[in-house]
């Protein structure tokens, strides 16, 4: 399986982007898919899931509010729409795929890196103040 992830660029704070992220190679549909970044020397963390039919989800709280995934499963891609861009926000975007289409009923497991098997290279988001 692999995962290209586009989308990243620069964009004032209160901007907009989104990301996608094309999936080739195994059964699409069979994949959770998820979002995760790593801002300057931190931890890369958690952004969001979705699931294989794309009717359940989970975010970050802080980007809840703000962020939606989704998926489309006859493009073979995922989307990660940002609105309301804070400089909190600038990281390396990665996206993430684990093989079985049901999000873990675990909060612990579904925000973990070790969840995921898959991943593409990340893009850059720079959100200027």
């Known amino acids: 399986v692999q995962l290209q992830a586009s989308g990243g660029g620069l964009v004032q704070a209160g901007g907009s982007l989104r990301l996608s992220c094309a999936v080739s190679g195994g059964t699409f549909n069979s994949y959770t898919l998820a979002w995760f970044r790593q801002a300057p020397g931190k931890e890369r963390e958690f952004v969001a899931t979705i699931s294989g039919t794309g009717k359940s989800s989970d975010y970050l709280v802080s980007v809840k509010r703000r962020f939606a995934i989704s998926r489309d499963n006859s493009k073979n891609t995922m989307y990660l729409q940002m609105n309301t861009l804070e400089p909190e926000d600038t990281a390396v975007y990665y996206c993430?795929?684990?093989?079985?289409?049901?999000?873990?009923?675990?909060?612990?497991?579904?925000?973990?890196?070790?969840?995921?098997?898959?991943w593409g290279q990340g893009t850059l988001v720079t959100v200027s103040s």
């Open positions: 993430a795929a684990k093989s079985s289409p049901v999000l873990s009923p675990s909060m612990r497991q579904r925000h973990s890196r070790n969840e995921y098997t898959y």
